[in-house]
C-alpha cells in the first residue's frame, strides 16, 4: 500500500499562494487516483479536489474551483495541490489520500498522509 507525507503548509497572508506536495512511497503512485481533503478545527473533514490516476480528470470542490489546481509528476511520485487566492477560510489541516477510484468521498480513500497545517492571515 502506498504511503503519504504532505510538506509546504505555513502561514500565508490573504491573497497570498502555497503549493503543497505529497511525497508517495512505493512503486504503484501511479495506478492510484489521488485526492486533497482539509478539515478544519470543529468542522467534518472536507474535499478540495481530486486527480485521476490517468491525470486525464480533475475534480474540485465549488469553494477552491478557480483557485487550487491539483497535478502529479509520476516520476518524482509526487501530488501537487497550488493554492492561490487564498482566503482565511481555506484555513484547515490539508490531508492527501491515495485511492483505487475516483471519487470525492473521502471513505473512497485506502491512504492518508499526516496531514499539513495551513493557515491564512485576514
Known amino acids: 500500500q502506498v504511503q503519504l507525507v504532505e510538506s509546504g503548509g505555513g502561514l500565508v497572508q490573504a491573497g497570498g499562494s502555497l503549493r503543497l506536495s505529497c511525497a508517495a512511497s512505493?512503486?504503484?503512485?501511479?495506478?492510484?487516483?489521488m485526492g486533497w481533503f482539509r478539515q478544519a478545527p470543529g468542522k467534518e473533514r472536507e474535499f478540495v479536489a481530486a486527480?485521476?490516476?490517468?491525470?486525464?480528470?480533475?475534480y474540485y470542490a465549488d469553494s477552491v474551483k478557480g483557485r487550487f489546481t491539483i497535478s502529479r509528476d509520476n516520476a518524482k511520485n509526487t501530488l501537487y495541490l497550488q493554492m492561490n487566492s487564498l482566503k482565511p477560510e481555506d484555513t484547515a489541516v490539508y490531508y492527501c489520500?491515495?485511492?483505487?477510484?475516483?471519487?470525492?468521498?473521502?471513505?473512497?480513500?485506502?491512504?492518508w498522509g499526516q496531514g499539513t497545517q495551513v493557515t491564512v492571515s485576514s
Open positions: 489520500a491515495a485511492s483505487r477510484h475516483y471519487v470525492s468521498d473521502y471513505k473512497g480513500y485506502d491512504a
Open positions: 512505493g512503486r504503484t503512485f501511479s495506478s492510484y487516483s
Open positions: 486527480l485521476r490516476w490517468s491525470g486525464t480528470s480533475t
